[in-house]
């Protein structure tokens, strides 16, 4: 079966940094995706890794190691508006994406 | 219209009707799916469609339908409504399928009863 194993919730503090860590096992691979998605709201667009290495796009950084079924997101100088669930998405062999069920990230002052 | 709209936004329903949700795109994609998102378990596709005049089911089609007459719209039909879903509904859409950013609709929080 597909599987995408995400950690359900963490706590951070602001102005601090975390990392979600994402791992999978899919038939396939055709790149991951990460997603926000505020309590309420629909997903957003964060980033998309598809070679191995570290994407950095401001404030967050995305990290692939496909041998190892790995994915980080980091999040630096957080800020109160980062609590959000954030979504690791994989693209699989038949091109539709297997989502993972979120980890829940809370900001504390 | 400015990207991805759903209606209606909430909606409850005695178990057995019919109900229809709407999904409409403004911005030409050529791919759209469904979703729904139930509290502890990821985004599960229902039905995509990669072009208009085509459909396919996803993880989670049964109870379901849908129809792609044109490239904006993406009806969703639950012929008979269940109470197991009972759900958050998003309509999404892409460029292309695979590997392109998928955009979101708000969504529609459907409870049967």
């Known amino acids: 079966g597909q599987n995408i194993d995400q950690p359900t919730e963490m706590t951070a503090t602001e102005g601090a940094i975390v990392q979600i860590n994402c791992t999978y096992q899919t038939s396939g691979f055709n790149g991951l995706f990460w997603y926000q998605q505020h309590a309420g709201e629909a997903p957003t667009f964060l980033s998309y890794n598809v070679l191995d290495g570290l994407e950095e796009k401001g404030r967050f950084s995305s990290f692939l190691s496909r041998s190892k079924g790995y994915s980080y997101l980091l999040l630096k100088e957080l800020q109160m508006k980062d609590s959000a669930s954030y979504l690791c998405a994989v693209v699989d062999s038949n091109y539709q994406l297997i989502w993972g069920a979120g980890t829940k990230l809370i900001i504390k002052p | 219209i400015a990207g991805i709209t759903q209606a209606p936004t909430s909606q409850i329903l005695a178990a057995g009707r019919r109900m229809t949700l709407r999904c409409t795109q403004d911005m030409r994609h050529n791919a759209m799916y469904w979703y729904r998102q139930d509290l502890g378990l990821g985004l599960r596709l229902i039905h995509y469609?990669?072009?208009?005049?085509?459909?396919g089911k996803g993880e989670v089609p049964d109870g379901y339908s849908v129809s792609r007459a044109n490239t904006d719209d993406f009806p969703l039909t639950l012929a008979s409504a269940v109470p197991s879903q009972t759900s958050v509904y998003f309509c999404?859409?892409?460029?292309?399928?695979?590997?392109?950013?998928?955009?979101f609709g708000p969504g529609t929080r459907l409870t049967v009863l």
């Open positions: 469609s990669n072009t208009a005049g085509t459909t």
């Open positions: 999404a859409s892409s460029d292309e399928g695979g590997s392109n950013e998928q955009f």
